[in-house]
T-cell receptor, first 115, second 115 residues
Framework: KAGVTQTPRYLIKTRGQQVTLSCSPISGHRSVSWYQQTPGQGLQFLFEYFSETQRNKGNFPGRFSGRQFSNSRSEMNVSTLELGDSALYLC??????????????FGAGSRLTVL | AQSVTQLDSQVPVFEEAPVELRCNYSSSVSVYLFWYVQYPNQGLQLLLKYLSGSTLVKGINGFEAEFNKSQTSFHLRKPSVHISDTAEYFCAVSVPNSGNTPLVFGKGTRLSVIA
């Protein structure tokens, strides 16, 4: 079965621009989580969506937002880009994310470079 | 809140030698524990998980980990490494039946296997 698909894989933006990243979860998975990965901070949780509702949010500024559609696909948006937003953005899906035991299946990530 | 400490940021090891990657966690409640691997330019892939039961957990690619509650550790081991094991390894913790509490990751250990 198809894995988690993230698009685009690579993108370059300039400061002040905005960017939208897309994530298609594994079929049947209803929970989608987003993580930011940087060399200095490691993997940091951005937010998690389930049935089109944001259930949890990490400690990121309001410039970072997301949404989930009725087919469980998710997008995240970063507005007014800063140099420090350069990172690998990882999306992960799981069945429902409720028990803590559901394994996260990760996509290959979207590598964002801000110039 | 839960936290994970991976004691070594980089571990070089010769091919066919054994390796241990260390992970300690902090939590006031019972936890689930995971090890993920990230190969270059890819997302994270589950190696193994501990939910309950036997404290020795076997995973893919010949890896195993042992849960030690008194030491709050979950170290990853492999008796003989291959060049293909070169990757970054992440330890992670979640809380059972925690609803939407996200998976918390350590900062990673970069394993370099030397021929």
């Amino acid at each position: 079965k198809a894995g988690v698909t993230q698009t685009p894989r690579y993108l370059i933006k300039t400061r002040g621009q905005q960017v939208t990243l897309s994530c298609s979860p594994i079929s049947g998975h209803r929970s989608v989580s987003w993580y930011q990965q940087t060399p200095g901070q490691g993997l940091q949780f951005l937010f998690e969506y389930f049935s089109e509702t944001q259930r949890n949010k990490g400690n990121f500024p309001g410039r970072f937002s997301g949404r989930q559609f009725s087919n469980s696909r998710s997008e995240m948006n970063v507005s007014t880009l800063e140099l420090g937003d350069s990172a690998l953005y990882l999306c992960a899906s799981s069945l429902d994310g409720l028990s803590g035991a559901n394994v996260l299946t990760f996509g290959a990530g979207s590598r964002l470079t801000v110039l | 809140a839960q936290s994970v400490t991976q004691l070594d940021s980089q571990v070089p090891v010769f091919e066919e030698a054994p390796v241990e990657l260390r992970c300690n966690y902090s939590s006031s409640v019972s936890v689930y524990l995971f090890w993920y691997v990230q190969y270059p330019n890819q997302g994270l892939q589950l190696l193994l998980k501990y939910l309950s039961g036997s404290t020795l957990v076997k995973g893919i690619n010949g890896f195993e980990a042992e849960f030690n509650k008194s030491q709050t550790s979950f170290h990853l081991r492999k008796p003989s490494v291959h060049i293909s094991d070169t990757a970054e390894y992440f330890c992670a913790v979640s809380v059972p039946n925690s609803g939407n509490t996200p998976l918390v990751f350590g900062k990673g250990t970069r394993l370099s296997v030397i021929a």
